[in-house]
């Protein structure tokens, strides 16, 4: 069968129709992209953005990029790439229950650590050092750099050409990241990007907590010690009766996303009994933001800050971060010392950017494995 743009074009709008909400943001309503293309044959233009972020090298390498733990403490504990992969989930249920645009906010999903370099926030800082003079180095601004720049997987136009809503949500973290969401003074992102933020949020609090306690950084007895934990833990111990710390591990994650997710739809719910936006730009205009909600929010905070000091800042992580750190600043300077040592790709493009951004830019790109080997190979 022989399919042309028109009738897919009508195909999706009729379906968003039916399902999406109004405040909602549809596909009919996109600003396009930077170089026009037509109109794929069967899908929407957010679920080609989707597709083009899921195909493109730098996701693949987020499999090989530490989220908090590194691989040499084991292989149950998460990566950028799993992160990203349980942040779409979660974004997706919430988008589904509240009926907005799922393909839009799988896309965000999907780009929204791209650009962490190698090391996690370790090598982030340590870049961001190195750059200071050249304006730092941020990973949500990398993640731009990478799929409007880097990334050469089509002949027509560098890049991925993305859709502008997606580039927009992207833009939007790099002024202000997840957490300071509410802080916003500008013109706040749609709400698709915010689920995005939030399930981000809701994410790295659950799964950290279960590979904290998986590689025995901290204790089920200790973290009893939080207020929230305390809570979920006895609500699922009089429910199901004693569980084995595996199973109760298992348990408390499961409940940490609920609790959170639950938050965020009721609150979002709430706004909606008295407020009725008519599109998504009403919608990103009022003054609701995403986020979980009332008492729980103190008590996700006071976990955050358990975590931040018992598990992100324990000396074994420490001491693999600083020494992860050093390396990555020896390979910057060497590099930006002797240029010609860079791959051909990235010697033409110190020739438009600067040699210090070039070289960011390509350690960025690199997994933790890959950076350790060249660094063995080059500058030990």
Known sequence: MHYNGSIASDTIAAREEG??????????????????????????????????????????????????????MGDY??????????????????????????D???????????????????????????????????????????????????????????????????????KHPARQLTLLTVTPPLWETQVVDAADSITYDAHDTDDALKLGLVTMDELREI?????????????????????????????LINRQVTS?????????????????????????????????????????SFLYERVYRHPELIAVRREAQGRLQTMFHRLVDNPKRLPPKFQIRAERVGVPRAVGDYLAGMTDRYCDEQFRRDFA
């Not at 309503?29 to 083009?52: K, L, N």
């Not at 965000?108 to 003079?133: Q, S, T």
């Not at 109760?248 to 499961?254: I, M, Q």
């Open 19 to 72: 399902m999406l909400a109004a405040y909602a943001f549809f596909s009919r309503e996109t600003c396009g992209r930077r170089w026009p293309e037509e109109e794929h044959a069967y899908r929407g233009p957010f679920q080609r953005d989707r597709d083009r972020v899921l195909h493109c090298a730098a996701f693949r390498r987020l499999s090989g990029k530490m989220q908090v733990f590194t691989g040499e």
């Open 77 to 102: 504990h998460r990566t950028r790439l799993t992160h990203t992969i349980e942040v779409a989930s979660i974004a997706r249920t919430m988008g589904r229950a509240l009926r907005l645009n799922e």
């Open 104 to 174: 839009l906010i799988e896309s965000l999903a999907y780009l929204h650590d791209l650009g962490h370099p190698p090391f996690g926030h370790a090598g982030e800082d340590a870049l961001n050092e190195c750059l200071g003079e050249e304006g730092g180095f941020s990973h949500n601004r990398f993640a731009l750099t990478l799929v409007e720049e880097l990334e050469q997987r089509y002949p027509s136009f560098p890049g991925l050409n993305l859709s502008y809503e997606v580039l927009e949500g992207q833009r939007s973290r790099v």
């Open 227 to 255: 207020p929230l934990i305390r809570e979920l833990t006895g609500a699922l111990e009089d429910r199901f009766g004693p569980l084995e710390v595996k199973r109760l591990r298992k348990a408390l994650v499961h409940e």
């Open 264 to 304: 965020v739809l009721e609150a979002v719910e709430q706004f909606l009994a008295t407020h009725s936006p008519a599109n998504a730009e009403e919608a990103r205009r009022s003054e609701f933001r995403f986020a979980v909600d009332g008492d729980l929010a103190r008590r996700k905070r006071e976990l955050e």
